[in-house]
Protein backbone atom coordinates (compact mmCIF):
# COMPACT_ATOMS: atom_id res chain seq x y z
CA UNK A 1 0.00 0.00 0.00
CA UNK A 2 1.08 3.91 -0.50
CA UNK A 3 2.36 5.13 2.52
CA UNK A 4 1.66 9.35 1.66
CA UNK A 5 -0.16 9.56 -1.67
CA UNK A 6 0.42 12.84 -2.69
CA UNK A 7 -1.21 15.15 -5.28
CA UNK A 8 1.10 17.55 -7.34
CA UNK A 9 -1.39 20.25 -9.12
CA UNK A 10 -0.03 21.50 -12.57
CA UNK A 11 0.96 25.10 -12.68
CA UNK A 12 -1.54 25.51 -15.33
CA UNK A 13 -4.13 25.32 -12.61
CA UNK A 14 -2.85 27.96 -10.26
CA UNK A 15 -3.97 25.90 -7.43
CA UNK A 16 -1.62 26.54 -4.54
CA UNK A 17 -1.00 24.43 -1.53
CA UNK A 18 -2.99 26.74 0.61
CA UNK A 19 -5.68 26.56 -1.24
CA UNK A 20 -6.28 22.74 -1.09
CA UNK A 21 -5.00 22.62 2.71
CA UNK A 22 -8.36 25.46 3.41
CA UNK A 23 -10.41 23.25 0.28
CA UNK A 24 -9.49 19.89 2.61
CA UNK A 25 -9.91 21.33 5.97
CA UNK A 26 -13.34 22.68 4.92
CA UNK A 27 -14.85 19.53 4.31
CA UNK A 28 -13.14 18.40 7.61
CA UNK A 29 -10.57 15.91 6.13
CA UNK A 30 -7.29 15.61 7.50
CA UNK A 31 -4.71 16.70 4.51
CA UNK A 32 -1.25 17.20 5.20
CA UNK A 33 1.60 19.58 3.70
CA UNK A 34 4.38 18.20 1.48
CA UNK A 35 7.76 18.25 2.56
CA UNK A 36 9.66 20.87 1.97
CA UNK A 37 12.78 20.57 0.18
CA UNK A 38 16.02 19.31 2.04
CA UNK A 39 17.93 22.02 0.70
CA UNK A 40 15.94 24.25 3.03
CA UNK A 41 18.08 22.57 5.89
CA UNK A 42 21.10 24.65 7.05
CA UNK A 43 23.50 22.37 5.45
CA UNK A 44 22.47 22.60 2.33
CA UNK A 45 23.53 26.66 1.82
CA UNK A 46 24.19 26.71 -1.52
CA UNK A 47 22.16 24.39 -3.04
CA UNK A 48 19.84 25.59 -5.70
CA UNK A 49 16.20 23.89 -5.72
CA UNK A 50 13.87 25.91 -7.98
CA UNK A 51 12.21 22.66 -8.83
CA UNK A 52 11.83 21.31 -5.41
CA UNK A 53 10.65 24.58 -4.15
CA UNK A 54 8.05 25.25 -7.16
CA UNK A 55 6.72 21.39 -6.88
CA UNK A 56 6.47 21.98 -2.76
CA UNK A 57 4.22 25.29 -3.56
CA UNK A 58 1.24 23.10 -5.43
CA UNK A 59 1.25 20.16 -3.76
CA UNK A 60 0.20 18.48 -0.72
CA UNK A 61 -0.18 14.96 0.69
CA UNK A 62 -3.48 13.34 0.96
CA UNK A 63 -5.06 11.05 3.54
CA UNK A 64 -3.69 7.93 4.08
CA UNK A 65 -4.74 5.32 6.33
CA UNK A 66 -5.44 1.66 6.61
CA UNK A 67 -9.13 1.46 7.58
CA UNK A 68 -10.08 3.88 4.39
CA UNK A 69 -13.03 3.18 2.71
CA UNK A 70 -13.89 3.29 -1.01
CA UNK A 71 -16.64 6.46 0.55
CA UNK A 72 -13.46 8.13 2.16
CA UNK A 73 -11.60 7.89 -0.72
CA UNK A 74 -14.72 8.76 -2.81
CA UNK A 75 -14.59 12.10 -0.21
CA UNK A 76 -10.97 12.93 -1.02
CA UNK A 77 -11.61 12.85 -4.80
CA UNK A 78 -14.43 15.16 -4.23
CA UNK A 79 -12.58 17.70 -3.40
CA UNK A 80 -9.60 17.18 -6.05
CA UNK A 81 -12.44 17.69 -8.29
CA UNK A 82 -14.30 20.23 -6.57
CA UNK A 83 -10.60 22.43 -6.76
CA UNK A 84 -9.93 21.78 -10.08
CA UNK A 85 -13.32 22.75 -11.10
CA UNK A 86 -12.36 25.93 -9.50
Known sequence: GA???TVVFSEQ?????AQAIAAFQAA???ARVFFSPLSDL???D???T????DIARRA????SYHDMTKGDIDQVC?????????
Do not use: C, Y
Not at 13 to 17: A, H, L, N
Not at 50 to 53: C, I, L, N, P, Q
Open 78 to 86: EVIKALLDG
Open 13 to 17: TGITQ
Open 28 to 30: DID
Open 50 to 53: RHAH
Open 60 to 63: INLP
Open 42 to 44: DFF
Open 46 to 48: SAQ
Open 3 to 5: WMP
